[in-house]
């Protein structure tokens, strides 16, 4: 018999506790409300890091990587076709250029969906878990926004080769959201939630995701029965439940954390800090010491305003000092250079991205640059594990509402490309721009080297690498000869009225003469 996903659920959790424990230790020193402590409800305190570099470096990380994984200004893949097709379109460089100005208009209309379904709101808060935990399940339904699932939501199962083979997602949902009490086919009486659950507000809902053959089902369950209607199939390049790693380690299951890297310096910051705090609280408190028997009394100390004469001797009062100033400046000096690598790992101190509303593609690509060689290779990681499903998700799913031109299966597949050569079209664009400067700088810019030059061809890839719709824009080849035939035309009959005048006027002259003479 088939093992419930309630069971199963419980069974996978031994293995995942481990993983849990370092990402509530790195929570607890970065972002705390990420991920709380087990056992934590609304009602419960949270803890409060002395320090904020943790905090600010999650963010600024997890910026940077938005900005390179869903850029704002151009697409950050490409339609490509296949191998067959691409050597028949180098038969034939008109047909090239339209067939990749379509597959451009594809590209950013995928973007424009992106935009508008706001899933880079979602997806920065995945990135967040992703840099502290290590691990995060994204979804992406077929209605509605992206959702996210924290590491404490559900359990995975990974092949050697690292792919995912079974996912058990465990949420909690409203009766209200259930529709109603359950039917008898499927719960054995309406009564049933009612007196599992105790009449709790919410009840837990699993939903499983399994790999069998080269496809995936998924089906969800309640109260160890699977609901109607919530059984589906996909292939396993369009499955929209993406369970993603920052760090992938062969043999595991789940993924390491970039926090978990820095664990040691969070911790050694986090103490020193504290001790700074504490001891720049108790400094900062005015103590005075009388001497025994001083004549100056304590109470007129006490009682004394500005300005006030009493009776003492300055002899007999004395201000508390520490005399521990040296040892906190070893402390300070020790924090200060936590912070600096610190900073240097999280890039707070890397101004690769200049303060603007748009951001070119150069730019970005030189965050790339930045990222890859940062992160070892995260960036690469994540193209492959979220970019590309996210892609083919979103493509299939816009090709069903009519959204986009239906494409031939395996004519065309989307590409992604990651490092120094990121972001598609905008690469191809300075690749163009660069063998024209080469080629101007050779030739000088030649009538030979320039007639060479298709024209019209050069003037639609330009458009494309800049994401610029040609239609209406760029006359066709027929619009161009007829607009020369009107030109010709026209310098035609100028000519033919220019000479007419120019022999109608000796004519003329010799008639006024005539007329004079006569006169």
């Known amino acids: 018999m088939q093992q419930g996903c309630k069971s199963r659920y419980n069974k996978l959790e031994a293995k995942r506790e481990y993983y849990l424990d370092r990402a509530r ?11 709380p402590p087990e ?5 419960n305190s949270i803890y409060t890091p002395y320090q904020s570099v943790g905090a600010r470096g999650v ?86 926004r992206l959702k996210v699932f924290p590491l404490t939501n559900y359990v995975c199962r990974r092949d050697p080769n690292g792919e995912v083979v079974e996912i058990i997602v465990k949420e909690l949902v409203s009766k209200e959201a259930l529709g109603g009490p359950p039917p008898e086919n499927v719960y054995d009486g309406p009564n049933r939630i009612e007196n599992s659950y105790n009449n709790a507000d919410a009840v837990p809902l699993f939903t499983k995701v399994i790999k069998i053959g080269d496809k995936y089902q998924v089906y969800q369950e309640l109260d160890d029965q699977i609901l109607a209607d919530s ?23 789940y993924g390491r954390s970039f926090c978990e890297e820095v664990l040691g310096d969070l911790k050694s910051l986090e103490a020193l800090t504290q001790a700074l705090i504490e001891f720049s609280a108790a400094a900062s408190k005015l103590v005075f010491l009388v001497a025994p028997n001083a004549t100056t009394r304590k109470a007129d100390i006490a009682d004394a305003n500005n300005g006030d004469v009493i009776t003492g001797s300055p002899n007999d009062v004395q201000v508390l000092q520490t005399e521990k100033y040296q040892d906190m400046r070893v402390v300070l000096d020790s924090v200060q250079r936590i912070e600096e690598r610190l900073k240097f790992v999280f890039l707070l101190n890397e101004s690769i991205q200049r303060q603007a509303e748009r951001v070119t593609a150069e730019e970005i690509r030189f965050m790339a640059n930045e990222l890859e060689t940062a992160l070892s290779g995260v960036y690469s990681l994540l193209s492959v594990e979220f970019q590309l499903p996210l892609v083919s998700v979103l ?64 003037i639609k890839r330009l ?31 100028q000519t033919a009225m220019q000479e007419g005048v120019k022999g109608a006027a000796p004519a003329a002259a010799k008639q006024i003469v005539e007329q004079g003479m006569t006169q």
């Open 39 to 43: 056992g934590f409800s609304s009602s």
């Open 25 to 35: 230790e790195a929570s607890e020193l970065t972002i705390p409300a990420l991920l």
């Open 59 to 144: 963010n600024n990380l997890a910026s940077k990587l938005l900005m390179l994984l869903l850029p704002p200004n151009v697409p950050f893949f490409r339609m490509m076709p296949d191998s067959e097709s691409a050597q028949e379109l180098e038969k034939a460089p008109q047909i090239k250029a339209e067939v990749e100005a379509s597959l451009s208009k594809i590209e950013r209309d995928v973007m424009d969906e992106i935009e508008a379904t706001a899933i880079r709101v979602s997806v920065f808060e995945a990135l967040k878990h992703l840099i502290v935990t290590g691990n995060v399940l994204i979804h992406l339904p077929k209605d509605g």
């Open 231 to 253: 059984y589906g199939e996909y292939p396993a390049e369009m499955l929209p439940w993406l369970a993603l790693r920052m760090v992938r380690i062969d043999g595991e299951d």
């Open 463 to 493: 458009a494309t690498g800049h994401g610029i719709e040609v239609e209406g824009l760029i006359r066709s080849d027929q619009e161009l000869a007829m607009q020369q035939q009107q030109l010709q035309q026209q310098q035609m009959m």
């Open 395 to 458: 493509i299939k799913r816009m090709q069903s509402k009519g959204q986009i031109p239906a494409i031939p299966k395996g004519a065309v597949r989307p590409v992604i490309v990651t490092g120094t050569a990121a972001l598609g079209r905008g690469n191809d664009l300075q690749k163009l721009k660069s063998f024209l400067a080469d080629l101007i700088q050779l030739t000088g810019a030649s009538p030979q080297s320039i007639q060479r030059i298709n024209s019209g061809d050069l």
